[in-house]
């Protein structure tokens, strides 16, 4: 796959802020970016960092009244599509050609627990219509196309680590193929105190910095956000935030991802060690390497933050320094991520615990 | 949008309420009877029994534990789907292989057993999350058998089990993978029967599709599964096409979160393109599988852009047989709609026996013969979704 498809335009809220300016100062000044939670579990309470996201601002974009019923799943799916939209310099365009596409590997995990509370509390006959209805995976597809009146087709990919990828395969198809002019394409994933007991009981207190470099012990730090992209095919040579070159989804039982020569790697490792060992190999490789997932936490939809570095390398032609406390191993590679990026592709990588994988390269140049 | 290239089914698989495979299936729509019942599997503490179509134990043949029972649905009509395409796990895994499955349940958080000892402070073991996460129906499918192309569940609510068929088509036709293992599938569970009750679109006695005193849904599970393959493929495997995806369409509402837009511009603009797509027009198409749930707005507006576009042609909705099936009914009706044109013939609308004097049309009140080579299959979905397959074959 060769697609040419431009990205016009990054809309992004997580722990670091929101917008395209708050993850280049993230990325330029990196600091711990969650916030302290308490979980609850058998051995008593527990306080464990955590990357939220404050979605306070999307206010900006719509009335408080108009968001009244809207949870923060889909608010922060809103606040990244708009965000998208108007760094393309998009927001007053005609979207009935405009498919939307979102990725998320947990949906609206807040309203699909008040949902079961309110049949927990007040029994089956008194379940709530309205966080069913809003617990649906594609509640946040299906408000972002209600707002923007966006009438093209619209899908929702729920794929745990691969979502991202996955999903962004349909979104090339969709432009190549002339479905639809642009397609506003996102991931959302929202963190909860069951999924902090879970991740509690699963792996215990990890320390307060994800290591993503450090594959002998589990250091992820849940996190939560969305990041869009307005993505069309471009006649043109050059997108300031470069071209998504190529999109693959597959699996390491038929051999391992390659990464040609002379590319750019990211690497999606977020702490969970028995993901991150399945990065270590490519430390030997002759590539620049680097990871971000410190800047925006451990979630599912990981991935599409790599694209929005990635992108936001592209438009700066460099790649942004490794943050200090990340433990890495080899600094070699921390000299070499000073590079300049010029015409190489950068791959953004991800692989799953069960050794499925997907990378996304985006290039400069067509 | 230019004419696409048909792209060859050569497999399907299918079980709902009425069988184990997709002729059993086809047997029981035709008998005409149907056999909705208080559920077994889910108990619950309304007044009233909703009826539901639950697919007996026995019927799922997967022998797998540790998955969830959408999993089972799905793995059970995937082995059809492989004995039906001639297609054995070595041979699957020599080619370029993508899986695309949409579903509901599948994929959410809800496990209520689970949550239930959460939320009254029991801290629970995760063994039962464990298996939610070990439940993802593409990736199982994809990793049990070792296949090297994509994966995708798709979660569009309602219409996943028809998006994930056009979608998989499209993998298909832009050089994605060589074979495609697509379809939907979703179980019944306490959240979607407690969900649906609540927004008070539930029928509590048998569902009537269309009919004047219709009341709402009942609920189903089950599970289509179809191989998909390039002509490459097929010429190498020296398999016929038992039938063709020719065109797909799909468009969103962008109206409301559940109910569906009054003057159908959505569904029709997908119908749109899906019949540009597919290269066919109005007068080529000999049925139209509805989507036709039961609930008085679904119907209405379906009725509506059924007048509209396809004036006088035959349609039916089958889920008086098998219950909505959300995420798995686009795949079943599909798998349906293929089986009704080899045998060129459509069921009766069960459940309709009243014209409702504010649609425009109904359905079939008898199974139905139908001349013809090529059909419409429709879905439509929370989200305002609207997804639609033109299925079949064009004589040249």
Same mark, same amino acid.
């Given at each position: 796959m060769n697609s040419g498809i431009a990205i016009n335009g990054v809309g992004v809220v997580g722990g670091f802020g929101y917008g395209i300016s708050a993850l280049g100062l993230a990325l330029k000044r990196p600091e711990r970016f969650t916030e302290n939670v308490t979980i609850q579990t058998s051995d008593g309470p527990h306080t464990v960092p955590v990357y939220l996201a404050d979605t306070s601002q999307l206010t900006n974009y719509l009335p408080k009244r108009a968001l009244r019923r809207i949870d923060h799943y889909s608010r922060m799916a809103l606040l990244g599509a708009f965000l998208a939209l108007e760094d393309a310099g998009e927001l007053e365009s005609d979207r009935k050609r405009m498919g939307v596409i979102i990725a998320t590997g947990y949906g609206a995990l807040h309203t699909s627990f008040d949902f079961m509370d309110s049949v927990i509390d007040f029994g089956d006959p008194l379940a709530s219509p309205t966080l069913f209805s809003n617990s649906v995976h594609n509640a946040a597809a299906a408000h972002v196309s209600i707002f923007l009146k966006a009438t093209g087709p619209s899908l929702t990919v729920s794929q745990f680590e691969m979502s991202i990828p996955s999903a962004l395969i349909s979104a090339v198809s969709w432009l190549e193929q002339g479905r639809v002019d642009s397609v506003l394409f996102g991931g959302v994933d929202e963190y909860c105190d069951v999924l902090g007991y879970c991740l509690h009981q699963f792996f215990g207190y990890n320390g307060n910095d994800i290591k993503p470099f450090d594959f002998e012990r589990q250091s992820a730090i849940a996190g939560e956000g969305a990041a869009f992209f307005l993505l069309s095919r471009s006649k043109k040579t050059d997108s300031s935030y470069g071209f998504i070159e190529n999109v693959k989804v597959s699996s390491m039982v038929n051999g391992e991802p390659v990464i040609p020569e002379g590319s750019i790697l990211f690497i999606g490792a977020d702490g969970h060690v028995q993901c991150g060992r399945? /990065?270590?190999?490519?430390? @030997?490789?002759d590539l620049p390497l680097t990871a /971000? @997932? #410190?800047? /925006?936490? @451990?979630? #599912?939809?990981g991935p599409g933050f790599d694209m929005a570095v990635a992108a936001l390398s592209i438009r700066s032609g460099r790649l942004f320094v490794i943050p200090d406390n990340m433990g890495i191993k080899n600094q070699s590679k921390s000299e070499l991520i000073t590079q300049k990026i010029d015409s190489r592709p950068i791959y953004c990588l991800k692989i799953g615990p069960g050794g499925g994988y997907g990378m996304i390269a985006l290039t400069s140049i067509k | 949008m230019k004419q696409s290239t048909p792209v060859a089914i050569t497999g399907i698989g299918c079980l709902c309420a009425g069988g184990q495979n997709l002729s059993e299936c086809m047997e029981y729509l035709f008998q005409g009877e149907r056999l909705p019942a208080p559920p077994v599997n889910i108990s619950s503490d309304h007044s009233v029994s909703y009826p539901v179509f639950e697919v007996k134990e026995e019927l799922i043949s997967s022998e797998e534990r540790e998955i969830t029972r959408t999993c089972a649905l799905t793995l059970t009509a995937a082995l059809e789907a492989f004995e039906n395409a001639k297609l054995s796990p070595k041979e699957l895994k020599e080619h370029h292989v993508g899986v695309c499955i949409g579903t509901t349940v599948g994929t959410t958080f809800n496990r209520e057993g689970f949550y239930r000892d959460y939320h009254a402070g029991l801290f629970p073991e995760t063994d039962r999350v464990k298996r939610f996460l070990n439940s993802n129906p593409s990736s199982l499918l994809s990793h049990k058998y070792g296949l090297t192309g994509p994966r995708q569940t798709v979660v569009n609510a309602c219409s996943s089990g028809g998006d994930a068929l056009g979608l998989a088509a499209e993998w298909i036709r832009t050089g994605v993978c060589d074979m495609v293992i697509a379809g939907g599938a979703d179980e019944l569970c306490r959240v979607t029967y407690n969900g649906f009750i609540s927004l008070k %679109?539930?029928?509590?006695?048998p569902c009537k599709p269309f009919d004047r005193e219709r009341k709402g849904l009942n609920l189903g599970e089950g599970a289509a599964i179809f191989v998909l393959e390039s002509e490459d493929s097929i010429k190498k495997r020296k398999m016929k096409a038992r039938s063709y995806i020719l065109g797909y369409g799909s468009g969103c509402d962008a109206y409301h979160l559940t109910a569906p837009i009054p003057d159908g511009s959505g569904l029709k603009q997908s119908i749109s393109e899906a019949m540009e797509t597919s290269g066919t027009s109005s007068e080529d198409i000999c049925f139209i599988s509805a989507h036709g749930t039961g609930t008085p707005d679904n119907d209405k507006v379906e009725a509506l852009v059924l007048s509209e576009v396809f004036p006088g042609t035959p349609f039916c909705s089958t889920k008086g047989y098998t219950g909505h099936t959300l995420g798995a009914a686009g795949a079943i009706e599909a798998a349906f709609t293929v089986a009704c044109l080899e045998q060129g013939r459509i069921p009766a609308? %069960?459940?309709?026996t009243i014209h409702d004097p504010g649609l425009p049309v109904s359905p079939v009140k008898h199974a139905t013969e139908v001349k013809g080579h090529v059909a419409v299959s429709e879905s439509l979905a929370f989200g305002g979704n609207n997804a639609v397959l033109v299925l079949g074959r064009i004589e040249i």
């Open positions: 399945r /990065y270590e190999r490519f430390l @030997s490789e /971000y @997932s #410190p800047l /925006y936490g @451990s979630m #599912p939809v | %679109i539930t029928d509590s006695e609308n %069960i459940g309709f």
